[in-house]
């Protein structure tokens, strides 16, 4: 049996983590999923970038890094990698999405019909922490704003958000050499990006890694030339696009 060790609790619900031991079993939830990353509860970050998706995405393993992920990105992976369910498993990803736009406004991972994993904002300089919430919690919060909870006079369904759960599954093997290559592009990236996130560095190693970011960018882009000229689907293109963009956005902000 797991012993968990719980902190105190913050005003939004999520849970502080003390030392390096998570207590799943005192929050009732009765295992833990293998495609979860509990060691990540608590992390916040050095620079601007990491957010929801990021969260959502790099706590159930689907992604290598924190790295800040664009609304297009997360929506391009999940029509890409994911199904709609209506009853959720643990490690099922839960997504609010706006019914006029259809953009995705938040994401979290549920592990249960009491808790979620979630990381609210783009975060900056640790002020939005990876944490253990109640799925009360996190829907209060994201089903709705407070603006539309306010103007709506009784009518909140017509400005709240939806919410859908996931199941994904983005292990696919794929045979195309030049896309395999193109991908092991992109996990470098990735690598050396997460020594900027988490790790303090001097301002030189910093810049250094930033110059190795954007020479490498530079080849990813290049990739989409020789891309569109295999047999990628034209999903799995605009998926691939999509996640450049938010490389190149992260790497504008580091």
């Not at 979860?36 to 959502?56: E, H, M, Y």
């Amino acid at each position: 049996m797991t012993i968990f060790v719980l902190g105190p609790t913050y005003s939004d619900g999520s849970i502080m983590k003390i030392g390096l031991i998570i207590i799943w079993i005192m929050l009732g939830i009765s295992s833990v999923n293998a495609k979860i990353d509990q060691s990540v509860l608590g992390r916040t970050f050095k620079v601007f970038g990491p957010n929801c998706f990021s969260a959502a995405l790099r706590v159930t393993q689907h992604y290598v890094s924190f790295r800040g992920v664009d609304e297009p990105e997360f929506r391009e992976f999940v029509n890409l990698y994911c199904t709609p369910v209506v009853t959720p498993d643990e490690g099922d990803i839960g997504a609010y999405i706006n019914p006029s736009s259809g953009q995705f406004v938040h994401a979290f991972v549920y592990l249960d019909p009491i808790y979620g994993i979630d990381k609210p904002g783009a975060d900056y300089m640790g002020q939005t922490m990876v944490a253990l919430k109640p799925i009360e919690s996190i829907h209060y919060l994201s089903f709705a704003s407070p603006e539309c909870r306010k103007h709506s006079y009784g009518r909140i369904d017509l400005c709240s958000n939806q919410l859908q759960y996931f199941n994904c599954n983005s292990s696919g093997v794929m045979t195309d050499p030049i896309y395999n290559l193109h991908n092991e592009k992109v996990l470098k990236w990735e690598q050396e990006i997460t020594k900027i996130l988490e790790t303090n560095l001097t301002t030189k190693d910093k810049a250094q890694i930033k110059l190795t970011l954007a020479a490498l960018l530079t080849r990813i882009f290049e990739d989409f030339k020789l891309l569109e000229n295999t047999q990628l689907s034209n999903q799995k293109l605009t998926y691939l696009k999509a996640r450049y963009e938010s490389l190149k956005i992260q790497l504008y902000h580091l």
